[in-house]
């Protein structure tokens, strides 16, 4: 299955969830596309012990069938850059994201 999420929450409790199904998902040899808008774009913003979701990246991106994306406009309001494990894209990502996947879930 392929697999697109949108994430668009920096709530810390929901991103790792975000990423613990995105991982299960991998692991069942899934593709999985991440986009990240608005709020999401800060993602590792508040990643903790608890809710570590520095942690859960770190190994989704291990997989070769694991993509983020982020929303370039959303970075650049936040004053922030794409970088190799994130890199910016835009609208044309995330509707890409929603026509080429089997399922899209949004947090």
């Known amino acids: 299955m392929k697999l697109g999420i949108v994430l668009s929450t920096n709530n810390v409790e929901t991103n790792w ?8 998902a991998v692991d069942k040899g899934d593709i999985v596309n991440i986009f990240l808008t608005g709020e999401g774009v800060e993602y590792t913003k508040n990643s903790s012990d608890k809710f570590n979701i520095n ?9 070769p069938n694991a993509k983020i994306t982020a929303c370039g406009t959303c970075m650049m309001i936040r004053s922030q850059k794409g970088s ?12 890409r994201l929603i026509a080429e996947n089997d399922k899209v879930i949004t947090f």
Do not use: T, V, W
């Open 84 to 95: 190799g494990e994130c890199p910016e894209g835009g609208i044309e990502d995330l509707y």
């Open 55 to 63: 942690k859960q990246i770190q190994k989704f991106l291990k997989s």
């Open 17 to 24: 969830n975000a990423f613990r199904l995105a991982n299960l």
